[in-house]
Structure formats: structure tokens, C-alpha cells
């Protein structure tokens, strides 16, 4: 999905860059954050919670932190 969704922008001529997705179901969230680096292009941190007990605001800020710590 994440893919198709950067290709239909790259097809597109859009300059726009996907920071994450947010996809919701009945007992979880699933957070999808593409990485931008280079040597990274089409690859993404992909983080499930629970919907019960996760906070997808405070998953988004902490995957954006892993994103910049991280070394491909």
C-alpha cells in the first residue's frame, strides 16, 4: 500500500512526501513511516499497537526519532 501510494506520487510529479500512514482496526493500529534516506529508498518502519493501551501520537514522534538514529 505504501508503495503504491509513493509510486502514484512519483507518477504524478507531486514534490508531497508521506511522513506516515495510519491504518486502524477493530482491536489495533498499524503505523507505517517510509524512511526518506537515500541508501534507504523503499524501505519503512512499520510499528503495531494495541489499541487498548497504545498512543499512535506519542508512536509517531518515536518512530520519527528511530528514523533519524537509524543506519541503513
Known amino acids: 500500500m505504501v508503495r503504491a501510494k509513493l509510486r502514484t506520487i512519483e507518477q504524478l510529479g507531486l514534490t508531497e512526501e508521506i511522513d506516515d500512514v495510519l491504518i486502524t482496526l477493530n ?5 507505517v513511516r517510509p ?16 489499541r487498548t493501551r497504545g498512543n499512535p501520537a506519542l508512536a509517531r514522534h518515536r518512530l520519527r526519532d528511530i528514523e533519524e538514529h537509524l543506519e541503513v
Not at 27 to 31: E, G, K, P, T
Not at 35 to 50: A, E, I, N, Q
Open 27 to 31: 482491536s489495533r493500529y498499524h503505523l
Open 35 to 50: 524512511l526518506r534516506g537515500r541508501r534507504s529508498r523503499g524501505l519503512f518502519l512499520h510499528v503495531t499497537l494495541d
